[in-house]
C-alpha cells in the first residue's frame, strides 16, 4: 500500500502551490491529524504558513479569508465523514479558492490521485505518503532542502 501511495503523482498539487505563501489544509475525522501533520510539514519543509482545520471548524470564521486564488487541501475521508467534506470543497471551489482534493472528486477541484481500495482506517495512511513525496518536491522547487529545513534540530534537547 505504501509503495504504491508513493507511486501516485500529486506533482500537479505541487505546481499548484509552487508560489503560495498561505493555505488551508482541511480534513475531518480520520483525515484531521493528517491534515495537522501536512500543515506542519508545509511550514518546515517549504516555507508555507499553513494552517489546518477540521472541515466543521473552517465555516466558523476562518473561510473568512478565503479569496480568488487562496490554497486549500482538502483531505476527504473515506468514511461517514466524506458527507460533509466534499460539499465544503465545492463551495471554496465557487468562491474562486484554488481547491485541491485527495479522497474525492470534485469538479473544478484540482483532484489528486489516492488509492480507492484501502479501508478507511488505513486511507489516511495512503493520503499521508502521497504527500509526502509532493512535499519533498515542492520544497526543493522552492529553493530549500527538506532535509534541512531552517532552524530545526531532529533533537530537541530539554533541561
Not at 9 to 20: I, V
Request: overall charge negative; hydrophobic content about 50%.
Amino acid at each position: 500500500m505504501l509503495s504504491r501511495a508513493w507511486d501516485l503523482d500529486w506533482s500537479a498539487s505541487a505546481d499548484a502551490l509552487a508560489g503560495a505563501r498561505n493555505m488551508f489544509v482541511i480534513g475531518r475525522g480520520s483525515t484531521f491529524g493528517i491534515a495537522q501533520e501536512i500543515a506542519l510539514k508545509l511550514k518546515e519543509t517549504c516555507g508555507i504558513h499553513a494552517e489546518a482545520f477540521s472541515a466543521a471548524e473552517v465555516r466558523h470564521g476562518p473561510m473568512a479569508i478565503i479569496d480568488e486564488g487562496f490554497p486549500i487541501l482538502v483531505l476527504v475521508p473515506a468514511d461517514a465523514a466524506r458527507e460533509s467534506v466534499a460539499p465544503l470543497a465545492a463551495d471554496m471551489v465557487d468562491r474562486g479558492a484554488c481547491v485541491l482534493v485527495a479522497g474525492g472528486v470534485v469538479e473544478g477541484a484540482v483532484n489528486l490521485p489516492t488509492l480507492r481500495d484501502l479501508h478507511p482506517a488505513l486511507a489516511p495512511i495512503g493520503l499521508i505518503m502521497s504527500f509526502y513525496k509532493m512535499a519533498a518536491a515542492l520544497s526543493i522547487a522552492r529553493g530549500l532542502d527538506p532535509d534541512a529545513p531552517p532552524y530545526l534540530r531532529k533533537v530537541t534537547e530539554t533541561r
